[in-house]
């Protein structure tokens, strides 16, 4: 073994998943079984089906739109 390495062009593993943080959060029933439908369909477990929508807007920056009627 070397006494010293040189990590100067060292990458990120890329096959490293990013960190994940439990929580509990309350859904609507119909959207959950909106996800669990789509699980379904793509064999995707609903849980990771959420996360990859909410990943998508967190890197798109997409901004909450509502409106009253």
């Known amino acids: ?3 010293e390495y040189d990590f100067r062009d060292a990458r ?3 096959y ?3 960190e994940k943080k ?3 959060i309350n859904l609507n029933t119909d959207v959950v079984d909106y ?3 789509q699980a379904e369909r793509s064999g995707i477990p609903y849980q990771t089906l959420i996360n990859l ?3 998508d807007c967190v ?3 997409r901004e909450l739109r ?3 009627t």
């Open 66 to 68: 509502m409106s009253w």
């Open 1 to 3: 073994m070397r006494e």
């Open 59 to 61: 890197e798109n920056k």
């Open 12 to 14: 990120k593993n890329p």
């Open 16 to 18: 490293l998943q990013k």
């Open 22 to 24: 439990q929580i509990t």
């Open 53 to 55: 929508y909410l990943t």
């Open 35 to 37: 996800f669990k439908q």
